[in-house]
Nanobody, 124 residues
Framework: VQLVESGGGLVQAGGSLRLSCAAA????????MGWFRQAPGKEREFVAA????????TYADSVKGRFFISRDNAKNTVYLQMNSLKPEDTAVYYC??????????????????WGQGTQVTVSS
């Protein structure tokens, strides 16, 4: 599975961005999808994840209520709507695919496929 993120950019604090992650390849399998991010000088961290059906999602506490994950399986695309952005949201955002059935995982180790990342910069 190949994953390609898009939608990153520069935005002022309080603004919004929507990231997209398009999947290609073995997309017929049921993958849960997740978003992670890595800020300069920090380790990559979990942001949000969603089951293949879209019925269950989970979020990091730092983004809960501001970010929303969704997916369109007909388009093989997962989205991350980011609202009320803060400078501390600045990072490279990665999408990832998890072939494990069950609740969406917050652990990087559970994700087998990763995109190259898209930069999000929030100015104060």
């Amino acid at each position: 599975v190949q994953l390609v993120e898009s939608g990153g950019g520069l935005v002022q604090a309080g603004g919004s961005l929507r990231l997209s992650c398009a999947a290609a390849g073995r997309t017929g399998r049921s993958y849960a999808m997740g978003w992670f991010r890595q800020a300069p000088g920090k380790e990559r961290e979990f942001v949000a994840a969603i089951t293949w059906s879209g019925g269950t999602s989970t979020y990091a506490d730092s983004v809960k209520g501001r970010f929303f994950i969704s997916r369109d399986n007909a388009k093989n695309t997962v989205y991350l709507q980011m609202n009320s952005l803060k400078p501390e949201d600045t990072a490279v955002y990665y999408c990832a695919a998890d072939p494990t059935y069950g609740s969406p995982s917050i652990l990087e180790i559970d994700y087998d496929y990763w995109g190259q990342g898209t930069q999000v910069t929030v100015s104060s």
